[in-house]
């Protein structure tokens, strides 16, 4: 159901629409040049958005959830909910993921010229690989195994403790 029903403009070359209902629900839009939303509701739900040449996207509701995306240029994702859950991504030049949730779980990659994948959780597992022209696995659980091997390009060395 849509609860935004109220005023509304509407200019031909740059149109711009606002309304406003009980709840507080507020939308604002303009033309597809500039475009930006701004939406507001009980739970103070935020959404803001920008054009093709500068998106952005916050959103916040009960559960504190916020996100926070660019462009393809420089494409960033921030996401962060009860479970302290926190997500950052950047584009296929420079693409890096970080999370962290609950189990304490952490994961951290590189694009493809420096790949770097970092995992933490409750049984303190912890993994870090590289690419292929330097490729490095490092693991550890309960048991305390540790492995370390490298590529073939390298001596191949596998210690377990």
């Known amino acids: 159901m849509d609860v935004c029903s109220g005023s509304e403009t509407t200019l031909n070359a740059n149109c711009v629409t606002i309304s406003h209902d009980k709840a507080n629900c507020v939308t604002i839009s303009c033309d597809e040049a ?63 993921t970080i999370s962290d949730y609950e189990a304490n779980y952490v994961t951290t990659s590189y694009d493809e010229a420096n790949y770097v994948t970092i995992a933490d959780d409750k049984a303190n597992y912890l993994t870090i690989s590289y690419d292929e022209a330097n490729y490095v696995t490092i693991s550890d659980d309960k048991a305390n195994c540790i492995t370390i091997s490298h590529d073939i390009n390298q001596i191949s060395k596998s210690q377990k403790f």
């Open 34 to 96: 500039n475009y930006v939303t701004i939406s507001y509701d009980e739970a103070n739900y935020v959404t803001k958005s920008d054009d093709n040449a500068y998106y952005v996207t916050i959103s916040d509701d009960e559960a504190n959830y916020v996100t926070i995306s660019n462009d393809e240029a420089n494409y960033v994702t921030i996401f962060d909910d009860e479970a302290n859950y926190v997500t950052i991504s950047y584009d296929e030049a420079n693409y890096v």
